[in-house]
């Protein structure tokens, strides 16, 4: 059996092109968002690494900008919205010592791509 988004992706399919959002990393680039930005008030005090550069941490810190993208590419004509979770993955998380957060940033990736 098929789920009803499924069905309508098939209808959608069937009748034209559909368009995927493109490269989430290069937008993100475009704010120019410094540490202050990575860290956000939950980890303003992280020590060991800079945060800067971890993309996927951004849908907790600065939703904000992440919830902007969406809107940017849904009115550019994007039909599929994906996730900002490139590296939402405990090993990615690693390199800043975020592993433990993958499960709540892939969570909060799927909210905001769905909102």
């Known amino acids: 059996m098929i789920s009803p988004i499924e ?16 490269a ?4 993100v680039q475009r704010y120019k ?6 860290r956000g008030e939950r980890f303003a005090d992280w020590e060991g690494q800079d945060l800067k550069g971890n993309n996927d ?3 907790l810190t600065r939703p904000d900008v992440i919830r902007e ?4 590419y849904i009115a550019a004509g994007s039909d599929i919205i994906e996730t900002n979770t490139f ?3 405990v090993i990615a998380q690693a390199d800043y010592g975020l592993e433990a957060l993958v499960p ?12």
């Open 57 to 59: 941490l951004l849908v």
């Open 33 to 38: 968002l410094e540490e202050a930005d990575y």
């Open 69 to 72: 993208i969406h809107d940017a």
């Open 7 to 22: 069905k309508r992706l098939r209808e959608l399919l069937a009748e034209r092109i559909l368009i995927l959002d493109g």
């Open 104 to 115: 709540e940033l892939n969570r909060e990736a799927a909210r905001l791509a769905r909102e």
């Open 87 to 89: 590296s939402g993955t």
């Open 24 to 27: 989430m990393g290069t937008m």
